[in-house]
């Protein structure tokens, strides 16, 4: 569901940067059931305000938005609130990957406080268009697959190439120097390597295997010769056990 409401932003001195007309919603899987709500708010044309005309993000230059996230920490939200916005925060700029800013606000519903909540980016078509300027006028394959990679999410585009990626490599093994071709060739290589260095570093529990919407996000533009890129995404279940063999654990099958 989503709900109208009248959203006024202040900044640290106090005073209002910016008040919008938008549509709230809950977002969040496990984290629903928790009393604090992680929440989605979306500018459309139905809204009189049809963007979020403010540099939201202190890490950006973007100062336009069309939506935004405010998250209540989710797994972390009873204890460190950031663990997963540091995530986020220790590889932006840092590293060639997709990565959500951060801006730590203070929310009030309706007079009533609702505790500290971290603003979001939210992965969209919107959000690879502020990043990549040059494909601003492109169209996006974003897919997030369910049921341990057997089924997809589509939120934008299509999936086939991703489909025939996937099947070329169930079909073909052992890996060899062509197989590698053919991956360089569909997949940006380095990417990949960096997402899953933070992946292991970090060790998410719900990662890279569960049976919801798994916490990846597989994206490319629709353009020729685009590559299959990942974007870091709700690393929650991170930060708990420093001995933990992540690298073994991701060579299980189904694991």
Avoid at 21 to 31: L, M, R, V
Avoid at 64 to 70: A, G, P
Avoid at 165 to 177: D, I, M, Q, S
Avoid at 196 to 202: F, K
Wanted: aromatic content about 14%; glycine content about 6%; charged content about 20%.
């Amino acid at each position: 569901w989503e709900r109208p409401v009248s959203l006024h932003y202040l900044d640290i001195t106090g005073q209002k940067a910016f008040s919008i007309e938008a549509g709230i919603s809950i977002f969040g899987n496990c984290t629903r059931n928790f009393a604090m709500k992680s929440l989605q708010v979306s500018t459309k044309n139905r809204y009189l305000s049809p963007d979020i005309q403010y540099q939201v993000f202190p890490s950006l230059e973007a100062e336009e938005y069309r939506r935004m996230r405010l998250r209540s920490g989710g797994n972390h939200w009873k204890t460190s609130i950031i663990g997963e916005a540091m995530t986020h925060q220790l590889v932006e700029g840092q590293v060639d990957v997709e990565t959500q800013s951060l801006s730590s606000v203070v929310v009030y519903l309706n007079d009533a406080y609702w505790g500290i909540h971290n603003i979001r980016h939210n992965y969209s078509e919107h959000y690879f268009r502020y990043k990549f300027p040059e494909l601003d006028t492109a169209d996006f394959d974003l897919v997030r697959p369910r049921n341990q990679h057997s089924q997809y999410e589509v939120v934008l585009g299509t999936q086939d190439s991703l489909d025939a990626l996937f099947t070329y490599f169930e079909n073909n093994g052992p890996f060899t120097a062509t197989d590698y071709a053919y991956a360089q060739q569909r997949i940006d290589i380095n990417e990949w390597i960096n997402y899953y260095i933070i992946q292991t570093w970090v060790y998410p529990t719900d990662w890279p295997n569960t049976f919801s919407p798994t916490n990846m996000i597989y994206w490319r533009p629709r353009i020729p010769n685009s590559k299959w890129r990942l974007a870091v995404l709700d690393t929650d279940g991170g930060w708990s056990n420093a001995n933990h063999n992540t690298i073994a654990y991701m060579l299980v099958p189904g694991g």
